[in-house]
């Protein structure tokens, strides 16, 4: 297998001859330890080469002038009585010291030289002669008479003497300084100016190289810590060189005298913070894994506000709040270094414990020394050591974890290697010019590759043309990063299809290949599925809208479009009697024919059952009514042969004008309007509707309605009209009528309540409507109920789709409950349809309302799929023959019999019986004969205002027809004819 060429890491010493083996581990193990060895050997056994005798340490009397009025001879004097002191720290005081000592006498030629080490000494002035001649003065600015700078404080120079001479001196002193006296010989002295300044050049030549390597680690590596770690060297470096005496030196450089305090200040800060931000970032997963945030925060806000205070306060009062924050800070650390090194003891962590601790030793050391008086670090050498030996154990921490990053990371490519070779999508590397660099097994299964075979082709050897051209505009444009490519076709003729995905990475391809050969051929028939209907293999409701919504875009008016629904007659028979699968078998036989009559760019789709959608794209209206007539006759009238049978199928069409921008939707309404029209013609079975056809402006206007009754709130225009209905046995002794919605429309034209209702079913806001409906009629009999005593009942017809929502019923009820008085009068119309919808429902309801008193009247009886059955299960009060049956009883004697029958059937079941859509006197005298019980219509009277009905006596009130009104004097007369006569005056 042809993986992982030259490119990867291989083992150093893999292909290395055993000569060169030898020469490699001398070079990498055995002179190192040889020049360890070597160091250890000479740091135990041999002497500096800067031997020189110790020092002597002069005991000395000390004593403040706080007040700062002592002369010198007055402070030689009080001296005089104070005891001997080897040494005296000032506790920050800043007020001048003055102390006094004994410089022996000098044997040989040589001059005495008097040191006074301390760094934190800013001035000193010598006397002799019991402070009467002045020997020299000196301060950090500059130096006069036998007192120099020298080292980290000021060295007084005493020319060779035979007698004991006694020094009196002045000194002033910044932060925990420490006064002591030491005496030297001459050439002692110059020895230890040289020990001095040779461990200034050792730990700045040593902290230095090794900042400047982190730092060029950091830049090629292009890692922060690493940059976090070389300031933090560098910090180290400048709080050794302040433990030693001689930060006011930065390399070749001498730091002015003024810059000191504020230099030292920013320094001690600033190490802080980068010492626990280096502590953090080294050991942050260690740190999720033990937790404490809060802690971590306290040493980030200690800093900042430690960094603050560097900002704002004095040299002398910052000190105590740094070592107040040291001790903080020292205590948080080693409770959170100690819970690191119980949750994960690598060798990081301890070499970094090492560390810190050196450091915090010696930050603690001088803090001691500052407050105690004791120090255990008083030479150079030994802060030397301190400081080198701190940063190299952090060095060590650092090294061990980037030891343990690059473990880590060894094996996360050992991962990725095994991945790269297991993984069951083909991975690759292409070069410039299209050979590959790099694949994994499973590429070269997918290209058919022999892993035994020399690797020899290129991209476009195992794919279509310009595949490598392809890849190239993948990854040099910003569309994605993947694209579909088709290989080679094989001797079948077919190709594969693959899924590349791909970028741009070192001047070379990388990217990854799939075979989604299968998964492209299932996409393709989903997405046919999508658009096609299964069985017959044309459009679906989705696909037909979809071209009839991209040919609505196209369409302009020179371009014509037409559009035709198919609803097949009698269909479902075919299923009920011979099963679906002879049904099946029709309508495939029937879309191959309609197929065959349509011609290019026009198409059908299946949207039900037994329903179509036919486009036509660019047909005249005229053709497409021609094309269609086609096919009512070859479906309608050429059988369907499935076997041994022969179906016949009928088939009705509505055919439309698409207009210009009209809407999908409205386009498949009209067209599906056209076709019921053409279902009830009975004759060439199809309607066609031009471009100006009045259905369509009907149409616009029920969406305008229908989007006026769409809203959260009831329409403006809204009221109701109340029409009277006539008892048939006494006329003038009730005044009952029927509520009735009306709406009145912008321009104060008033809209018929069966568009209102039609348009408010079909957004949804008919309940919302029978609410205000219902509570208008009751408050309205609610404040004039003494104004109709001769009313027996209120008729108030209520949608389907709100009394099957349960929403409504418990509202309803509530507003019946607010009018109790008045509810006797109320009289529910509940349509046959709705009633037989849900009989249980229906059945409860009716119960509920006749248990408050309300009547129920079942409406439009006889219009629907009438079942007598159901009466028995509903209790209504009255039935509402439909005014289909009336107005036609003339015109059939089966209509009469059918009328009849129903008033006989209402009188049985104790039901009152009212007829509706009464037009003529002849109808009122035929009602009566057959016992209806009341009549409503335009003869009796048309709808009224609510002040007309409160101003009538009765239902007989509205009569203006003279035979209706005879009628009603007959009546009044007890049916004797004879009576007739004038009409009274209060009928008219």
């Known amino acids: 297998m042809w993986l992982f060429h030259a490119d990867t890491p291989k083992n150093l010493t893999k292909n290395l001859k055993p000569q ?74 800043e007020t001048p010291f003055w102390f006094s000592f004994l410089v022996p006498a000098t044997t040989d030629s040589g001059a005495a030289e008097v040191e006074l080490p301390s760094r934190h000494a800013q001035q000193l002035s010598c006397w002799d002669e019991g402070g009467r001649r002045l020997l020299g003065t000196g301060s950090r600015y500059k130096v006069d008479g036998q007192v120099k700078s020298e080292k980290t404080g000021f060295i007084l120079s005493i020319a060779a003497h035979p007698a004991s001479v006694e020094v009196l001196c002045k000194g002033f002193f910044s932060g925990p300084a420490r006064i002591t006296v030491r005496q030297w010989s001459n050439l002692d002295f110059a020895q230890s100016q040289k020990e001095f300044y040779r461990g200034i050049g050792l730990m700045e030549g040593g902290l230095l190289t090794l900042t400047l390597f982190v730092l060029v680690a950091a830049l090629i590596n292009r890692e922060w810590m690493y940059v976090l770690f070389a300031i933090w060297l560098l910090g180290n470096l400048r709080l050794g060189a302040n433990a030693m005496g001689w930060d006011a030196h930065w390399l070749i450089w001498t730091i002015p005298n003024q810059w000191l305090p504020w230099l030292r200040k920013l320094t001690f800060a600033i190490y802080y913070i980068v010492t626990f931000t280096l502590f953090g970032r080294l050991f942050q997963n260690e740190l999720k894994q033990i937790g404490f945030v809060f802690l971590q ?60 601790f050196v450091v915090l030793f010696t930050r603690v050391d001088e803090v001691v020394a500052a407050a105690f008086g004791i120090k255990t670090l008083d030479e150079v050498p030994n802060n030397v050591i301190v400081a080198l030996l701190s940063s190299l154990m952090a060095s060590f921490a650092f090294a061990e974890q980037m030891r343990a990053g690059k473990r880590e990371l060894a094996m996360v490519q050992a991962e990725l290697r095994t991945t790269y070779e297991v993984t069951p999508i083909g991975l690759f590397t292409l070069s410039a010019d299209g050979s590959f660099v790099r694949t994994n097994p499973a590429l070269e299964k997918i290209l058919g590759h022999d892993p035994g075979a020399q690797w020899l082709k290129k991209w476009d050897d195992y794919f279509e043309p310009g595949a490598h051209d392809k890849l190239w505009k993948i990854v040099s444009g910003n569309s994605g990063n993947e694209a579909e490519l088709h290989g080679i076709a094989g001797a079948d003729g077919n190709a594969s299809t693959y899924l590349v995905t791909v970028t741009f990475a070192n001047g070379r391809i990388e990217g990854s290949l799939q075979d989604i050969t299968d998964r492209s051929h299932a996409v393709e028939r989903l997405r046919f599925l999508a658009e096609h209907d299964p069985l017959t293999g044309v459009l679906n409701r989705r696909g037909i809208e979809i071209l009839l919504e991209q040919a609505i875009e196209r369409q302009c008016d020179d371009r014509p479009l037409a559009l035709a629904y198919l609803d097949l007659d009698r269909f479902k028979l075919i299923n009920d009697l011979f099963g679906h699968q002879s049904g099946d078998e029709v309508l495939k036989q029937l879309c191959e024919r309609v197929e065959l009559l349509l011609g290019e760019g026009n198409h059908i789709g299946r949207i039900g059952g037994d329903e179509f959608i036919i486009l036509f794209q660019d047909v005249q209206i005229g053709a ?53 029209e053409a279902k009830k013609a009975h004759d060439e079975h199809i309607v066609v509707y031009h471009k100006n056809a009045s259905v369509f402006r009907e149409r616009m206007e029920e969406l305008s309605l229908i989007e006026r009754l769409g809203g959260e709130f009831l329409p403006a225009g809204l009221f109701v009209e109340m029409q009277p209905i006539m008892s048939l046995k006494e006329p003038e002794a009730s005044l009952n009528f029927e509520v009735l919605l009306r709406l009145r429309d912008a321009d104060n034209k008033v809209v018929p309540a069966t568009r209102v209702i039609a348009a408010a079913e079909e957004n949804g806001s008919i309940a919302m409507i029978d609410r205000w409906v219902m509570t208008t009629v009751l408050e309205w009999l609610d404040a004039h109920q003494a104004q109709l005593p001769l009313t027996k009942f209120v008729c108030v017809n209520l949608s389907g789709a709100s009394l099957n929502d349960e929403k409504f019923i418990q509202d309803l009820f509530v507003i019946l409950g607010k009018h109790l008085q008045v509810v006797p009068l109320l009289c529910i119309e509940v349509t046959e349809s709705v009633a037989l919808h849900d009989l249980e429902h229906t059945s409860r309801i009716i119960e509920r309302l006749q248990a408050l008193g309300a009547k129920v009247a079942l409406d439009d009886f006889g219009a629907g799929y009438t079942s007598f059955t159901y009466l028995k299960s509903l209790s209504a009060d009255a039935l509402k023959i439909d005014g289909a049956f009336i107005q036609s009883m003339s015109k059939h004697p089966a209509n009469e019999a059918i009328v009849e029958a129903i008033v006989e059937l209402a009188r049985n079941l104790g039901m009152k019986s009212i007829a509706e859509w009464v037009e003529d006197c002849a109808m009122i005298e ?63």
Not at 52 to 76: G, I, K, T, Y
Not at 627 to 654: E, N
Not at 940 to 951: C, E, Y
């Open 20 to 93: 060169d083996w030898a020469v490699f581990y001398f070079s990498v193990v055995v002179v190192p330890a040889l020049v360890i060895a070597f160091t250890i050997l000479a740091f135990a056994t041999l002497d500096s080469r800067f031997g020189h005798s110790e020092p002597s340490s002069s005991p000395f009397h000390v004593l403040s002038d706080p007040e700062q009025r002592l002369q010198p001879e007055q402070a030689f004097q009080k001296l005089a009585g104070t005891s001997l002191q080897p040494y005296y720290n000032t506790q920050l005081q």
């Open 297 to 356: 925060n306290v040493l980030r806000w200690l800093g900042a506000v430690l960094l603050v205070a560097a900002l704002f306060l004095s040299y002398q009062h910052f000190l105590p709040m740094l070592w107040c924050w040291t001790v903080t800070g020292i205590l948080i650390l080693i409770f959170l270094l100690a819970r690191i090194v119980w949750k994960a003891r690598t060798r990081a962590v301890l070499w970094y414990c090492a560390s810190m």
């Open 624 to 676: 497409a009514t021609e094309i269609c007539s086609a096919i009512i006759q070859r479906i309608s009238y050429q059988s369907y042969h499935i076997g041994a049978r022969a179906f016949q199928v009928k088939g009705s069409i509505g055919l439309i004008e698409v207009a210009a921008g009209m809407r999908v939707q409205d386009a498949i309404s009209a067209a599906d309007r056209a076709c019921r």
């Open 926 to 988: 035929a009602l009566a004969k057959f016992g209806v019980d009341y009549v409503q219509g335009f003869i009796v009277a048309k709808p009224q205002s609510p002040d007309a009905i409160l101003l009538a006596r009765s239902a007989a009130s509205f009569i203006t027809d003279p035979d209706v009104a005879r009628f009603v004097a007959e009546r009044r007369n007890g049916g004797n004819p004879e009576s007739e006569g004038r009409l009274p005056s209060n009928l008219h």
